[in-house]
């Protein structure tokens, strides 16, 4: 069936006309700096604190938990970071006191564009003694301890958090 000049004209009208409603693929997306990846991640917290008392070593067990926001813009990358331990805790080999692991951190960094590439950073938490000593012990074990850790961060190449090592600083440095 044979379609006019008229009919034809139409048809190439209204195809242009709707191609020129119809978003391309993506066009509704917003920029990649409106959507940041959000990560979180939990990993052990590994190692040895120094104690309230002289001489006392604290083996923690416990985690770490993440949360990252990363913005890649056209020009930077955006990096949040929010850390809070979890059930972290352990015993004083010399005072036999127990204790507890407590804090948040958290900062803000800009890096060059494209996945974050972050350096090991020191991240400071607190270490409480928990009740009365059972054993007689120099120093003060109502005094806060700093709770040093160091964290390592890896993230995929759309800025996701692919991987996390958290290590207590060992006593003394």
Do not use: H
Not at 93 to 117: C, E, H, K, M, W
Request: aromatic residues 6%.
């Amino acid at each position: 069936m044979a379609r006019s000049a008229g009919a034809r004209s139409s048809f190439i009208v209204t195809a242009i006309a709707i191609a020129g409603l119809t978003p391309l693929a993506g066009a509704d997306q917003p920029p990649p700096s409106d959507r940041p990846m959000t990560t979180s991640m939990q990993v052990p917290l590994v190692g040895t604190a120094a104690g309230a008392c002289q001489g006392d070593l604290v083996p923690l067990t416990g985690e770490l938990n993440a949360v990252t926001r990363v913005r890649m813009m056209s020009n930077a990358t955006m990096v949040d970071v929010y850390f809070n331990l979890n059930n972290v805790k352990g015993v004083g080999s010399v005072s036999g006191l127990r204790y507890l692991g407590l804090g948040t951190a958290q900062f803000s960094t800009q890096t060059d564009r494209g996945p974050p590439n972050l350096p090991s950073y020191r991240m400071n938490f607190m270490l409480w003694a928990v009740g009365r000593s059972p054993n007689p012990c120099i120093g003060d074990p109502d005094k806060v301890q700093p709770l040093p850790v160091n964290v390592v961060m890896k993230f995929d190449a759309d800025g996701s958090l692919a991987g996390l090592e958290a290590t207590v600083r060992p006593a003394g440095r």
